[in-house]
């Protein structure tokens, strides 16, 4: 089954322990995605990339980091995690063709206190 | 301005009627153009995708396209208790997808 996997789903943490948030596509995609999600705010793009070891920022990196060692998976990486971090965050692949559908993972609800 | 604007709703609806979104973009230059269903606290999945202008027919959802006017909607007929859930509208500009906010649709009884 295509999919977009994401771990964990849910993580309550604290102030500036590090985290990362796992994502994993079997699609044989070159383009992925970490978007957050605020209420009112719609979905924004925190950083992407265009293939391995190919990474770029979105519209909301600070705070982020990212990597692209294989192409199936693409890890979100939280140094130092501060409460205005805690959002829904969800990965996303698709091919990097401009007209191609892309499929979202099942979303991980991070609440930082 | 945003990129991609929408109407903030929430729309509400009798069942059986026809809900009506629209979506406005600022890149005159995008070229495709989404629209995904969100029920709360699920990721999005898309329903319908157009590039051309004109209408595009799939099931009980018609999407609209007007380059001209840089303007999407989606019309969704028979409208259905299922159909309750954000619907947000996505952008494909030089291989970025930006997102509108969504709009949150609620069809009554």
């Known amino acids: 089954e295509a999919q977009v996997t994401q771990n964990p789903r849910y993580l309550i943490t604290v102030t500036g322990k590090k985290l990362t948030v796992t994502c994993s596509q079997n699609?044989?995609?070159?383009?992925m995605s970490w978007y957050r999600q605020d209420p009112g705010l719609g979905l924004r793009q925190i950083y992407y990339?265009?293939?391995?070891?190919?990474?770029d920022k979105g519209d909301v990196p600070e705070g982020y980091k990212v990597s692209r060692k294989e192409k199936r998976n693409f890890p979100l990486i939280l140094e130092s995690p501060s409460p205005n971090q805690t959002s829904l965050y969800f990965c996303?692949?698709?091919?990097?063709?401009?007209?191609?559908?892309?499929?979202f993972g099942p979303g991980t609800r991070l609440t930082v206190l | 301005q945003k990129e991609v604007e929408q109407n903030s709703g929430p729309l509400s609806v009798p069942e059986g009627a026809i809900a009506s979104l629209n979506c406005t973009y600022s890149d005159r230059g995008s070229q495709s153009f989404f629209w995904y269903r969100q029920y709360s606290g699920k990721s999005p999945e898309l329903i319908m995708f157009?590039?051309?202008?004109g209408d595009k027919e799939d099931g009980r959802f018609t999407a609209q396209l007007n380059k001209a006017s840089q303007y999407v909607s989606l019309l969704i007929r028979d409208s259905q208790p299922s159909d309750s859930a954000t619907y947000l509208c996505?952008?494909?500009?030089?291989?970025?997808?930006?997102f509108g906010a969504g709009t949150t649709v609620t069809v009554r009884a």
């Open positions: 996303a692949s698709r091919q990097q063709t401009s007209t191609d559908t892309q499929y």
């Open positions: 699609m044989n995609h070159e383009y």
């Open positions: 990339s265009m293939n391995v070891e190919v990474t």
């Open positions: 157009i590039y051309s202008n």
């Open positions: 996505a952008v494909m500009s030089d291989y970025k997808l930006s």
